[in-house]
């Protein structure tokens, strides 16, 4: 299984960026995919996920209104759109995948089997 995140970069305070992770070597319909993020010295953290394409989206309270999730099931492909940067918003960003999900173990980064490498996220203020 692969996960093969990009998108990442640098950005001003307010502007837009699209994450997007490739899967590979997984039925990508039987997982949920997710988003995470770690920034210098803090724990990683929950951003979005989505189980299925036709059900409801999942967001961490800091993020919410501004990222959407969204899921390509044809290109096996997770896209996550991030608008109105702020600089707390810097971090490396995860996609993950869990098998199976149920809705309650979305925000948990532990339930999760597969993960991408991460990418970079920069927002200048």
């Known amino acids: 299984v692969q996960l093969q995140a990009s998108g990442g970069g640098l950005v001003q305070a307010g502007g837009s960026l699209r994450l997007s992770c490739a899967a590979s070597?997984?039925?990508?319909?039987?997982?949920?995919m997710g988003w995470f993020r770690q920034a210098p010295g803090k724990e990683r953290e929950f951003v979005a996920a989505?189980?299925?394409?036709?059900?409801?989206?999942y967001y961490a309270n800091s993020v919410k209104g501004r990222f959407t999730i969204s899921r390509d099931n044809a290109k096996n492909t997770v896209h996550l759109q991030m608008n109105s940067l702020k600089p707390e918003d810097t971090a490396v960003y995860y996609c993950?995948?869990?098998?199976?999900?149920?809705?309650?173990?979305?925000?948990?980064?532990?339930?999760?089997?597969?993960w991408g490498q991460g990418t970079q996220v920069t927002v200048s203020s």
């Open positions: 993950a995948a869990i098998r199976s999900p149920i809705v309650s173990s979305l925000d948990q980064a532990l339930y999760y089997q597969y």
């Open positions: 070597g997984l039925t990508f319909t039987n997982y949920g």
């Open positions: 989505k189980r299925r394409s036709n059900e409801n989206a």
